[in-house]
């Protein structure tokens, strides 16, 4: 994930709690930490001019980066993951002017 777009969500000061972490719901927490570990394993494509189309994530090197990671997903879990994907397939091709 983009330095950028990792400094303006914790920037987010909706998510800020009163004593600096960040709002993440319990059963919400294996499925951002996830998210974190396999967040280098984009698909990408050249767009010329220097810019880049975020597709997906690329899911052999996902089921690496979590086994690496020590991390293991049930289908609900997998499909959180999957959630914020889109959701950051989104962020990240609008940030870009894609």
């Known amino acids: 994930m983009p330095d ?3 400094a303006e969500i914790e920037g987010a000061a909706e998510l800020r ?3 600096g972490t960040l709002g993440i ?4 927490w294996d499925i951002v930490m996830a998210f974190c570990a396999i967040s280098s394993q984009w698909r990408t494509e050249a767009l010329g001019r220097g810019r880049v189309l975020y597709v997906g994530l690329d899911y052999a090197g996902v089921q ?3 086994s690496m990671a020590g991390l293991s997903l049930g289908p609900a879990q997998w499909q959180g993951v999957q959630v914020m994907e889109a959701a ?3 962020a990240l091709n609008e940030s870009r002017g894609s």
């Open 25 to 28: 719901w319990p059963e919400n």
């Open 17 to 19: 709690q009163e004593d």
């Open 88 to 90: 950051a397939i989104a």
């Open 64 to 66: 690496v980066g979590l």
């Open 4 to 6: 950028e777009l990792v």
